[in-house]
């Protein structure tokens, strides 16, 4: 460290070399001792910051699967089968980050598949758990991506969406969690190999076997297609947890088959009475998930399975009204936020869950319906000023009657 000669400047601030106490030379440029002792500040904050990141994990403060459990049942009905797996899986996963590597066992990733109709919970699972661990989440659909080099999304816009989640803090994002919606939609479109190339369906799972495994990916933090030129980012998915989901629509057959062909012999009308006809996809296991077309290696790199009930009435609801962030409380609060009281006649509440057993939409059913029957409140009372809404039975039955959701059913 030297001072340079009379008529020198800090290149941060600007001041000479007489208005400060020492002026350090570099190549081609200076800087000052105050300039000097903020820049040490300044990484000192940034690398505290990084260490107390939201996103870094204190195992004194992860939960254990109990305790997973009961924040997933304040805001999801039933699936306790899901949840429990779900719970288990997930604490292994953070538990296997914060390992100790003072022996030669190393613990294996538990990446999750969860098979279930639509509108059951897959997602919100997921979402749920990421938002209790404070880890980055990110959704992407398995419908749009294709292999490389073809129409589509490339397998790597997977991790460009968990960088962007965790606002592209690598260290973040290699502990958060991904969910692939619609896994089932890139089944194996058929076993025979002499059929053109399968660059949406098998094309991609070969893409996947990196990245459920563990690698170190190059991603393009703004998607590989428009921005060719772009740096990559190196991305290390090993500590990263996948979570997949699908409704597998008619795996169910899959599953009878598999059952009657294992029912054989004097035992077989003993077994067959054991068997819930209704509910099949309890029964689901990897081999059923094969003979619906992925391939075993996704399988082997999937090996938490579990499946999700369909909802009955009961759940349906329930589910209109208990979770903390249930349809009803959520138009409540948006008539509380134009200083209207919102309240329903238990009556309407049977009517929706009525119209959503009709058009088998599962739990996204109830939202549409109740937006259906508050489209015409929604668009009045802000402008009238009324203090007050009360909702029940006929209102309900004349809105819906005279939505077009009821016509184009009636069209069909």
């Given amino acids: 460290m030297t001072k340079k000669a009379s008529g020198s400047f800090c290149s941060f601030c600007g001041r000479s070399e007489k208005e400060v106490n020492m002026l350090i030379s570099g190549v081609s ?21 990084k260490k107390n990141s939201p996103h870094a994990i204190d195992k004194s403060k992860l939960p254990d699967p109990k ?18 797996y779900l719970s288990v899986a997930v604490y292994n996963h953070y538990k296997r980050l914060l390992q100790e590597k003072d022996d030669d066992i190393e613990i294996e990733k538990s990446n999750i598949i969860l098979v279930g109709p639509t509108g059951t919970g897959k997602t919100l699972l997921a979402r749920t758990i990421a938002k209790l661990l404070h880890v980055p989440f990110a959704i992407v659909d398995a419908t749009v991506l294709t292999e490389a080099g073809y129409v589509g999304e490339d ?23 991904v969910f692939i919606d619609e896994i ?9 190999p002499s059929i053109t190339r399968d660059v949406s369906g098998e094309g991609v799972q070969q893409g996947l076997l990196k990245l459920l495994e563990g690698s170190i990916v190059n991603v393009p933090p703004q998607g590989g297609r428009k921005h060719p030129d772009q740096k990559m980012i190196a991305v290390d998915t090993k500590n990263i947890l996948f979570v997949c989901g699908g409704a597998f629509d008619g795996i169910e057959r899959k599953i009878a088959q598999r059952l009657n062909t ?18 099949l996809l309890q029964y689901v296991a990897p081999q ?40 009803i409380r959520q138009y409540v609060k948006l008539f509380k936020m134009d ?13 929706i869950v009525d119209k959503a057993i009709e058009y088998k939409l599962g739990a996204r059913g109830l939202r549409s319906i109740v937006e259906t029957i508050m489209m015409d409140a929604m668009f009045n009372i802000p402008s009238s000023k009324q203090p007050e809404l009360h909702i029940n039975r006929e209102y309900a039955v004349e809105q819906l009657e005279n939505s077009q959701l009821v016509k184009l059913k009636n069209s069909q």
Avoid at 185 to 192: L, T
């Fill in 29 to 49: 440029a200076d800087i000052c001792d105050s300039c000097a002792e903020q820049a040490h500040q300044i990484i000192q904050e940034s690398m505290g910051a």
């Fill in 67 to 84: 305790q997973i459990k009961e924040y997933l049942d304040g805001y999801i009905i039933g699936q306790d089968n899901a949840k429990r």
């Fill in 155 to 177: 397998i790597e816009s997977i991790l460009t969406r968990l960088l962007q989640a965790s606002d592209y803090d690598v260290a973040a994002a290699e502990r958060g969690i």
């Fill in 184 to 192: 089932d939609k890139i089944a194996r479109k058929s076993d025979n």
């Fill in 262 to 279: 294992m029912v054989v012999g004097y035992a077989s009308s003993k077994d067959n009475a054991k068997i819930d006809r209704d509910n």
């Fill in 288 to 327: 059923d998930l094969k003979s619906y077309g992925l391939i075993p290696e996704i399988i082997g790199r999937l090996p938490i399975l579990t499946y999700l009930d369909t909802l009955d009435r009961s759940a349906l609801r329930r589910i209109l009204t208990e979770p903390k962030n249930s349809i």
């Fill in 339 to 351: 200083d209207v009281t919102l309240t329903f006649d238990d009556e309407v509440y049977e009517y």
